[in-house]
């Protein structure tokens, strides 16, 4: 290494400070930039292809469901934060506030918009009048602003990209299989396309959503045992509802509230699967979501490369025909560099093909997540290249599987044990990792958990590896087997 901090590619390892190697790697693929805000960061191509890929993804499987897309105001009425005590108790720390307009004064403070729950119940209550009007289903690609003190890029910033779903129904009933729906599409999303696992869960009430009944996430760890709240549907109950007058006309002729829900994905996705997946070479993207999926390189002497073209460019066409995102690297630069390069950015295959391949009708095959090398005939390169890719993509899921699996602690019964846990692993400069335990459903035991060991509740997961019977802070019969850990 350089000076004892950064390796060759000029990126600080994961073992000596993962959100170091984090910056640095997201740096060097060049998705980002920062900017003279505070928090706010430029989405370079690169970084918003992979939100593209997550949005086209997303997006259809909300649309195949029945919901359909619209828009919401950025800027929200102070007054608006007043009917849902809870919701603006939650989010005022963090709301940037718009006071002036030119040189007036305005009447009202209007706040950057920190999820829309208060403007969509609003308008709700103008557009729904009878049984007849419901369900609404209603989803937004927006930006967001919530003013964090600490900012890393992706994951957590001032402004961030999202989307933000909410609906109204009749019944209870439909809105609580409306938001255990949404949570099973953000849990197949995340696991079949960007390749994470995650534990779909709910969470405690003091992580619920501020101005929900119930809270659901999918929770995933990432490389230093830490976790990412993926992904959260909630059930908001009438809350909303009463706050915002949406009364309908039911089939009975009586008025009642109708019952709303909300959830919300967002560029923390990309994060999570750099942090996921990536190594000290850079990033490492999953195949179904790699904005490129194959890089195409000639090389050998340039006095060769016409010969080396002449099969170069046909073999371009099909593997584009065959729906392929594959990119052609002619750049005046080395093939070293060029590998280096694209290494960097996390292209998940890269193809190689030289005057002696030419003259032996193959190609070289480079997977980026393990490294190796394969030999392919000229005329099953496009067979071969789908069948990596897929390959690739359960890889990539199984691998961080096992580290998951690896990572997570099923056999820690007390605090007391839990800090010794938590002592060895700091000592050793290894990653506390997930812990499952029990809680008895006191706030003041979740509380002593994150106190003394900066743990905190993931989510009760609805399929635990094994049920814990006692309290990890109290001792008491356990309620809960519920994730702790640290988190981002």
């Known amino acids: 290494m350089a000076d004892g901090k950064v390796n060759e590619k000029g990126i600080t390892p994961q073992s000596e400070n993962f959100s170091r190697w984090y910056i640095d790697a997201i740096r060097k693929a060049d998705l980002m930039d920062y900017t003279p805000v505070r928090g706010c960061i430029v989405f370079k191509p690169d970084g918003f292809e992979l939100w593209e890929r997550i949005q086209s993804v997303m997006d259809g499987r909300f649309k195949e469901t029945g919901h359909r897309n619209a828009y919401f105001p950025m800027l929200i009425p102070e007054s608006f934060f007043q009917k849902e ?11 940037p506030w718009v006071t002036e307009a030119g040189s007036e004064k305005l009447e009202e403070k209007l706040a950057l918009r920190p999820t829309s729950e208060t403007m969509v119940g609003r308008m709700y209550s103008q557009w729904i009048q009878s049984y007849r009007d419901l369900p609404v289903l209603i989803n937004q690609w927006a930006n967001v602003f919530r003013w964090e003190k600490r900012t890393l890029p992706f994951l957590r910033t001032s402004e961030f990209l999202w989307q933000e779903g909410h609906t109204a129904h009749a019944t209870e009933e439909e809105a609580r299989e409306e938001t255990m729906q949404m949570l099973q599409i953000y849990k197949e999303v995340v696991e079949q396309e960007l390749a994470i696992p995650v534990w779909m869960g709910q969470k405690t009430p003091s992580e619920r959503f501020a101005g929900a009944v119930d809270t ?32 309908f006309l039911d089939r009975d002729n009586q008025q009642k509230y109708v019952h709303t829900t909300s959830w919300g ?51 371009f066409d099909q593997l584009k025909e065959a729906g392929i995102r594959v990119r052609a690297d002619l750049r005046d630069e080395s093939p070293g560099w060029k590998f280096n ?67 997570s602690y099923l056999e820690i019964e007390t605090i007391g044990d839990l800090n010794a846990h938590v002592a060895q692993m700091e000592k050793e400069s290894k ?20 106190e003394e060991t900066k743990l905190t509740s993931r989510n009760i997961p609805f399929e635990a590896p094994v049920v814990k019977k006692r309290c990890i802070a109290c001792g008491s019969e356990s309620k809960f087997t519920t994730w702790f850990a640290r988190a981002y």
């Not at 005590?85 to 709301?95: A, S, W």
């Not at 709240?229 to 809350?239: C, F, I, W």
């Not at 990653?431 to 994150?450: F, I, R």
Request: glycine share 8%; net charge negative.
């Open 341 to 407: 390069e694209w290494e960097l950015r996390g292209v998940p295959l890269r193809l190689e093909i030289g005057p002696r391949d030419v003259d032996n009708n193959q190609v070289i095959l480079a997977r980026r997540d393990t490294g190796e090398k394969v030999t392919v005939e000229l005329d099953r390169v496009v067979e071969q290249v789908e069948e990596l890719l897929v390959k690739i993509q359960e890889e990539m899921f199984q691998r961080a599987l096992d580290f998951r699996e690896k990572n």
């Open 216 to 247: 659901y996430s999918i929770e995933a760890m990432m490389k230093d045992g830490k976790a990412v709240q993926a992904g959260t549907s909630h059930y908001l109950g009438e809350n909303f509802a009463r706050g915002f007058d949406i009364q």
């Open 85 to 95: 005590k809870e919701h603006v108790e939650g989010f005022n720390p963090e709301l």
């Open 431 to 450: 990653a506390v990792g997930w812990v499952l335990a029990g809680w008895c459903g006191e706030e003041s035991c979740e509380s002593k958990v994150k």
């Open 265 to 315: 994905t967002s560029t923390r996705l990309i994060g999570s699967m750099i942090m996921v997946h990536g190594d000290d070479r850079g990033l490492v993207n999953p195949p179904r979501m790699a904005p490129t999926q194959l890089v195409m390189i000639p090389v050998g002497p340039g006095k060769l490369r016409e010969k080396v073209m002449e099969k170069f460019d046909p073999l």
